[in-house]
């Protein structure tokens, strides 16, 4: 089934820490984009991607780093930074057609220790 | 920036009722979806209503984009309808696809 895969669903990190998580999709979707969640909050947007090697920050990118080297992939770096890490991060992708009609993967819930 | 606000922030429904939930926007729009996000923080697509009425099985969708709000109505609710209900709205002026999203209508439904 065509879907979007994240991975881990936990992660703990250390102060001072850089970590990645990885966002894989095969849904042949051109466009995919990096979300942050704060309990009780909306989505917030983080960095998005429309094309390979292309991709653009959004409301909230200080302290995050993205690449897009293949189609399918779109790897989020939280650095050391970001002062505030600890959130619900929730990657999607979309396309051109049905309206850029959004698919989620199902978060990585990233925790300072 | 474009301001989403969505309301009642919470609502409590016993299973059986219907209930709507309403997103008001402060400019024009080319792109409106309404997502799930159950309890474990899936989230799941909808309705993509920028304009108009869709239907699909209890659920349904209106978006009157000239006086910017749309309404999702949930009939005849379900424990499983349970979680949060997200608006979420692309510009004119912004990059295609982009979304802005409101800060939910967290529904409960008891049995």
């Known amino acids: 089934d065509g879907g979007i895969t994240q991975s881990p669903k936990y992660l703990f990190r250390k102060e001072g820490q850089n970590v990645t998580l990885s966002c894989e999709q095969n849904l042949n979707h051109d466009a995919m984009y990096w979300y942050r969640q704060d309990p009780g909050q909306g989505l917030r947007l983080i960095y998005y991607s429309q094309i390979v090697n292309d991709f653009q920050k959004g409301d909230i990118a200080e302290g995050y780093s993205v690449s897009r080297e293949k189609k399918e992939s779109f790897p989020l770096t939280v650095t050391s930074a970001q002062k505030n890490p600890t959130a619900f991060y929730l990657c999607a992708s979309s396309s051109g057609t049905g309206g850029w009609s959004y698919t989620f993967g199902s978060g990585t819930r990233l925790t300072v220790v | 920036g474009i301001q989403v606000e969505q309301s009642p922030p919470d609502l409590i429904l016993q299973e059986g009722a219907n209930s709507t939930l309403r997103c008001n926007f402060s400019?024009?729009?080319?792109?409106l979806q309404w997502f799930h996000q159950n309890p474990w923080g899936q989230l799941i697509n909808l309705f993509y209503?920028?304009?108009g009425t869709k239907q699909n099985g209890r659920l349904s969708a209106t978006t009157v984009a000239t006086e910017r709000y749309s309404l999702l109505y949930i009939s005849s609710s379900q424990t499983t309808d349970s979680g949060v209900y997200f608006c979420a709205v692309g510009t004119y002026g912004g990059s295609q696809g982009n979304l802005i999203f409101g800060k939910g209508t967290k529904l409960s439904v008891k049995p």
């Open positions: 400019d024009s729009v080319n792109n």
């Open positions: 209503i920028p304009s």
